[in-house]
């Protein structure tokens, strides 16, 4: 890759931004070669202290030699052992052999690729999802406290992106915690739903492990005692060579379900930050625009749609690669598993962790709020001024056409010349309305048109346990 006139130390191969601009340290770690391969010898570990203690020839002393070179990998014998055998299990294997001369006849004992490879990647699945649930639970719980503190504060609802009914900035706020507590449960879900592929040989008969224990079904004992080894209450009671691929659908699609939630409530702030209603924080000397030295662009919501896309966008994989294997197991999944299952995870950890910097931050503009509300509020409280006119001993229909007819000459002013909306004066000015212009005041009154939403931000959503969690 060294360019002409280019020393090799000039040279930076790519990396990809997920783990080098927006990763954080543990996920980057979760899914890193280092922890792969510790796993891997791990698991070896585990297999050869079950079947020495269920009775095969293995002794202490092998065992402990493996346990005392469990972290020390030789990564450089491993490629090269790897470019000779075009197999990285193997190549894994001769390389912890090679600093267990005396364990190594027993490293892999009985034990398919599978056995580390698969397994290795459900323990990651298990770790990945640990670490994002309590990223979300800070999510909710920051969300949360904004919420409250603007429960009763009215603003414009939109539906089509034109101005509707008034709700208020705490019960929008708690649309978007309500799908987040849905990713809450969906996540934890999908956690606890994991199994350990266990010892099942190569193509899930166990025959392998029938002959080391010479046709007794003491191989059983052995899938339960290494599931439990590696911290994983059931093993999956049926694989073919790997365990289903539909377990990765299970997990990727609740991360793209995550993606499509973050995206929707990023979206959401950057409208209101166009409108000045609402903006992402914006540190002291942080620049908006190389060009326009005014803007303060919504660049951490931005982010979160951008990446939440590609998550998303991720979902396509395990959906493809679990229809296409073939009868006990084809190949053709690992290659595409090596990039869709850290990605979503990382992707994941990223729009979570820039949410949460985002809503611990959120600057809400009540004064612009208000003025957007006296806007459009005169056309909203048409049916109000139409219902204390009947009050008042008019009739409806006349009523209804009075109100059509000012609403669409304040509309033509709005439109056509730029001007406010001035159907609140046209309404004072007709002697028509004279009966109720003393209670203007209070039909106009926007906490009037918020209906229950204040009691609806209290009881629409219950904050994560922190306990469960960890601390918030």
Known sequence: CVRPGDSAGQCSPYRSPLVSRYASKEMAYNFSDRKKFTTWRKLWIYLAKAEKALGLPITDAQILELESHAEDIDFAMAAEEERKLRHDVMAHVHTFAHCCPTAAPIIHLGATSCYVGDNTDLIMLRDGFDILLPKLARVIDRLANFAEKYADLPTLG????QPAQLTTVGKRACLWLQDLAM??????????????????GTTGTQASFLQLFQGTMI????????????????????????????VDIDSLSNLASLGATVHKICT??????????????????QIGSSAMPYKRNPMRAERC???????????????????VQWLERTLDDSANRRISLPESFLTADIILSTLQNITEGLVVYPKVIERHIRHELPFMATENIIMAMVKAGGNRQDCHEKIRVLSQQAAAVVKQEGGDNDLLARVQADPYFTP???????????KTFIGRAPQQEVFS?????????TKL
């Open 268 to 285: 959401d702030i950057r409208l209101l930050a166009n409108l000045k209603e609402i903006e992402e924080p914006f540190e002291k000397e």
């Open 219 to 246: 191989r059983c004992e052995l899938d339960r005692m290494v599931t439990e080894m590696a911290g994983f209450k059931k093993a999956y009671l049926v694989t073919g060579q790997t365990y289903s691929r539909k």
């Open 461 to 469: 959503f219950d904050r994560p346990n922190p306990n469960v969690h």
């Open 436 to 446: 109720i212009l003393g209670q203007l005041d209070a039909l106009l009154d926007p």
């Open 158 to 161: 939109f539906t089509h992106y």
């Open 305 to 323: 749609c951008s990446l939440a896309r590609h998550l998303v966008a991720l979902l396509s994989d395990p959906l493809q690669t679990a229809s």
């Open 183 to 200: 990713d809450m449960r969906n996540l934890q879900r999908a956690r606890d739903d994991l199994r350990f592929r266990g010892v099942k």
